[in-house]
């Protein structure tokens, strides 16, 4: 299984960009049971989460983000997005995905993407 995510770059305040994450290798089941989620790591700082979407569908977000990202997913394709709108500075550092699943003992992780918001 490999998560590869995609769509980070450059940036200005106030613009958008959407991360994708594709689940390659990965069993509909897995996937579809499987707790989602986005994280962001910003220069010296450490990993934490933004965005979770758990297997009920239940969501929650940093609250730095409230209002601004959504996460989301797409069963058929095994892909699960971050819609950043409204971008800030302090937005900037490398967005990671992962899939996780203690049904099927899964834990997975993407190798990350980097978002940088200029001023």
């Known amino acids: 299984v490999q998560l590869v995510e995609s769509g980070g770059g450059l940036v200005q305040a106030e613009e958008s960009l959407r991360l994708s994450c594709a689940a390659s290798?990965?069993?509909?089941?897995?996937?579809?049971?499987?707790?989602k989620a986005w994280y962001a790591q910003a220069p010296g700082k450490q990993r934490e989460v933004v965005a979770q979407?758990?297997?009920?569908?239940?969501?929650n977000y940093a609250d730095h983000v409230k209002g601004r990202f959504t996460i989301s997913k797409d069963n058929t394709r095994k892909r699960v997005f971050l819609q950043m709108n409204s971008q800030k500075p302090e937005d900037t550092a490398v967005y990671f995905c992962?899939?996780?699943?203690?049904?099927?003992?899964?834990?997975?992780w993407g190798q990350g993407t980097q978002v940088t918001v200029s001023s």
């Open positions: 992962r899939i996780g699943s203690s049904s099927y003992g899964a834990d997975y």
């Open positions: 290798g990965m069993i509909l089941s897995v996937f579809s049971s499987s707790t």
């Open positions: 979407m758990a297997s009920d569908g239940v969501i």
